[in-house]
Antibody
């Protein structure tokens, strides 16, 4: 069964850095794009970033462009989010999510079919 | 990268049907058949309910259905049950290869 397990969250001061990890199992990680999605306390979902299956293509929401970097290690089945210059408004639960699925005949991308349980990042002095 | 527009709340009685709308632009909802819907119960991760506008993943009740007209997508839940009470979010692929969510809709089953 598909499992996504995030780690690396915690309390960090404004301006500092943090790296999140997402360990994947139960599917062929190197076949699929992967996303980070966040949810501030009491607020809605916000898409953060996506990385292609091979790591060659990356896209970000404007608010994190230049501060956050998404990456992956297909040999370790792990997704990362390097977060620099953190701000109070980055406080949220961060989820990793798998991008769609492939059947024996076709692939269906561009939705989030499995999610991790989330890891909380709190940016506060 | 503006959020898609959803009603803040909807409500219905058990057995009734409700519809949640999700309005975007021609650069997202209207331009692609990559609208998806997610259910989130308090303290839980979101769950995929509909993908590619109207497709249900295996295991999702056929009481959930999706559609799209122009720049507006819709999620309909028929035969409301108490366990349907949750937050619902739409999402779309965009012309910038990014993704965008709606602001979320709180469904109350009276």
């Amino acid at each position: 069964q598909v499992q996504l397990v995030e780690s690396g969250g915690g309390v960090v001061q404004p301006g500092r850095s943090l790296r999140l990890s997402c360990a994947a199992s139960g599917f062929t990680f190197s076949y699929y794009g992967m996303h980070w999605v966040r949810q501030a306390p009491g607020k809605g979902l916000e898409w953060v970033a996506v990385i292609s299956y091979d790591g060659n293509n990356k896209y970000y929401v404007d608010s994190v462009e230049g501060r956050f970097t998404i990456s992956r290690d297909n040999s370790k089945n792990t997704l990362y989010l390097q977060m620099n210059s953190l701000r109070a408004e980055d406080t949220a639960v961060y989820y990793c999510a798998k991008d769609g699925f492939c059947s024996s005949t076709s692939c269906y991308p561009n939705h989030f079919d499995y999610w991790g349980q989330g890891t909380l990042v709190t940016v506060s002095s | 990268q503006s959020a898609l527009t959803q009603p803040a709340s909807v409500s219905g009685s058990p057995g009734q049907s409700i519809t949640i709308s999700c309005t975007g632009t021609s650069s997202d909802v209207g331009g692609y058949n990559y609208v998806s819907w997610y259910q989130q119960h308090p303290g839980k991760a979101p769950k995929l309910m509909i993908y590619d506008v109207s497709n249900r993943p295996s295991g999702v009740s056929n009481r959930f259905s999706g559609s799209k007209s122009g720049n507006t997508a819709s999620l309909t839940i028929s035969g409301l049950q108490t366990e349907d009470e949750a937050d619902y979010y739409c999402s779309s692929y965009t012309s910038s290869s990014t993704r965008v969510f709606g602001g979320g809709t709180k469904l109350t089953v009276l």
